[in-house]
């Protein structure tokens, strides 16, 4: 690990002054991803601003009946919540879906949504890969690649998002607020939080250099039934091969989101007006224009019979 400077700020205007004095500076809670990344030197932040003091960390009622999540909430009591657990359904059993306990316990709400996909050759800096060094290529394309994207890459990177959590909140239609230098504020709707590689897969968020999240918030409930299934290669501490996170309501109309088959939590609302028409209209809609390697096809058809099970166990 490379030397580093630190320090700990008490204040939301403290932390991105902090920012804004350091360039390349890091914000950081949790860790959880950020210090292996750091390990490895895929990472190299001259400076870490400690936020865990900001205060965070309170999960509170909107007007509008919906939720305000502080970015520093953990994981383990954003899935315990009473309000999410009734409301949000989908939110609890994707974060129970995540990680370890261990994990949980530490990973907050915005670094959940920061984290960085875990391709084995970004993580191995022997090999090329444009999200790590731009412009050295990227190994995945015509290596090992059963766990990489079929949707929504590029010539770039097919790398995924690892999150589960970011596939509930795209379903639910959640908001990213943040503040930086100046007091300066946004809401930003977590569809467009996410970007896509392009010809820039290293640049894998819309935040700016030194902005801050401070919260997320979800709209008031939506009902229906909520389901969330991860199929992944063993039980515990894995990634999702495919998940799909669901909003079913009794008319058949619903929401549906996909993890481990792109770059970003992938959701087209124009897909699910397929709905009624069953989990393989839904798929066709959803992974139109999918380019699957050889190695990683079989992810189109996992998609229409994971979402074919939710679909039933939401109708049933």
Avoid at 168 to 175: E, P
Wanted: proline share 5%.
């Amino acid at each position: 690990m490379r030397a580093f400077s630190y320090e700990r700020v008490t204040s939301p205007a403290q932390a991105v002054a902090a920012a804004a004095r350091a360039p390349g500076a890091r914000f950081i809670a949790g860790g959880t991803n950020l210090l292996d990344l750091m390990k490895l030197e895929i990472e190299t932040p001259g400076h870490l601003i400690d936020v865990n003091g900001l205060g965070f960390d309170k999960i509170e009622a909107t007007p509008d009946g919906g939720l305000r999540i502080g970015a520093l909430v953990r994981n383990t009591d954003l899935a315990a919540d009473a309000r999410v657990r009734r409301d949000y359904a989908l939110l609890s059993r994707a974060l129970l879906a995540g990680a370890s306990a261990q994990l949980r316990n530490k990973a907050t709400t915005a670094g959940n949504l920061l984290q960085r996909t875990r391709c084995a050759y970004f993580y191995d800096t022997n090999q090329a890969c444009n999200k790590r060094q731009p412009g050295s290529g990227c190994s995945a394309i015509g290596g090992v690649n059963r766990q990489h994207a079929v949707v929504g890459a590029s010539d770039a990177c097919i790398a995924t998002h690892p999150s589960d959590m970011a596939v509930a909140m795209r379903a639910l239609d959640a908001k990213v607020e943040t503040v930086r230098a100046g007091g300066v504020r946004r809401t930003i709707p977590i569809a467009d939080f996410h970007r896509l590689p392009g010809a820039t897969p290293q640049i894998e968020t819309s935040l700016l250099p030194g902005e801050l999240i401070t919260s997320v918030t979800l709209p008031a409930p939506v009902g229906g039934k909520h389901v969330y299934q991860k199929v992944r290669d063993r039980a515990s501490y894995a990634f999702a091969l495919v998940s799909v996170a669901a909003i079913v309501q009794r008319d058949g109309s619903g929401r549906v989101a996909l993890g481990g088959v792109a770059p970003k939590p992938w959701r087209l609302e124009a897909a699910e007006a397929q709905l009624p028409r069953g989990a393989r209209a839904v798929t066709a809609a959803l992974l139109a224009g999918a380019r699957p390697t050889e190695q990683n096809a079989f992810k189109v058809t996992l998609v229409e019979r994971t979402l074919d099970a939710v679909l039933t166990e939401a109708r049933s």
